[in-house]
């Protein structure tokens, strides 16, 4: 039985979890996806970004976010300082749901290897979270997006960075401005991943906080995305 995410993995090239993506069929997603969409970016970058799965554009191009929430990032990265070349993107499901609905449980588990087997190969520092599914791979089930967007949690010798999913701000543009805000707290927040995984591998303890904001999260209950 595995562990927790990425723990107890060997690092491994990541071309050969693509390939096993690209002809998996653990679950139910391959039978209506035209193709899996494994992830790509800098091998050895220290950010991750998680999203949730792919979408239309991705199942046709075989990359992540390449549509309109595609762009948004890129502008959302270009705010931190950062491009697609210097991060590795995936989503928790690596086929796109039909119609764009949520992940389901089980296709979050079965995809649960791949994702477990890229943080291992990649060992990223920070890991930014796009959205709320994505969200409670890493912070738990019971938290809410819309309280703890913008918020660091340490996980292993990583942080969890929580963001909304760029669709949020295309189907809401009120979230564009919080999506922004979480973006401008990136900087910040991976000085922090940073500086924890320098010490922990110089074997000083973990004072990381349990939960450390970068930037305020609104006070208003949003929808989750």
């Given amino acids: 039985m595995r562990g927790p995410l990425g723990e107890g993995y060997v690092s491994e090239p990541l071309e050969l979890i693509a390939d096993e993506v690209r002809s998996c069929t653990r679950c139910r997603l ?16 220290d950010v991750l970004l998680v999203g949730e799965g792919p979408g239309f ?3 046709v191009q075989g990359r992540p976010f390449v549509g309109p929430a595609g762009k948004l990032l ?10 697609r070349e210097d991060v590795f993107i995936t989503n928790v499901v690596k086929h796109r749901p039909p ?8 296709e979050m588990e079965a995809c ?29 089930p019971a ?34 401005e919080l999506l922004e805000q979480d973006f401008d707290g990136l900087p910040r927040a991976l000085a922090q991943a940073r500086e924890r995984a320098n010490a922990l591998a110089s074997g000083a303890p973990d004072s990381s906080p349990t939960s450390e904001t970068a930037e305020q999260a609104s006070d208003e209950q949003l929808s989750l995305f």
């Fill in 112 to 140: 649960g290897d791949y994702l477990d087997r890229q943080i291992a190969a990649i060992r990223p520092k920070l890991i930014v979270t796009l959205g709320r599914h994505s969200m409670a791979t890493f912070f738990g």
């Fill in 74 to 83: 890129d502008e959302l990265l270009a705010r931190a300082g950062l491009s």
């Fill in 57 to 59: 554009h991705e199942d």
């Fill in 143 to 176: 938290a809410r997006i819309s309280q703890i967007h913008g918020t660091t949690k340490p996980w292993r010798d990583m942080l969890a960075y929580a963001c909304f999913h760029p669709a949020a701000a295309l189907h809401q543009p009120r979230f564009r």
């Fill in 99 to 106: 119609d764009n609905r949520d992940p389901r449980p089980d």
């Fill in 30 to 45: 391959y039978q209506t996806a035209k193709q899996g969409v494994p992830g790509e970016g800098n091998p050895r970058a």
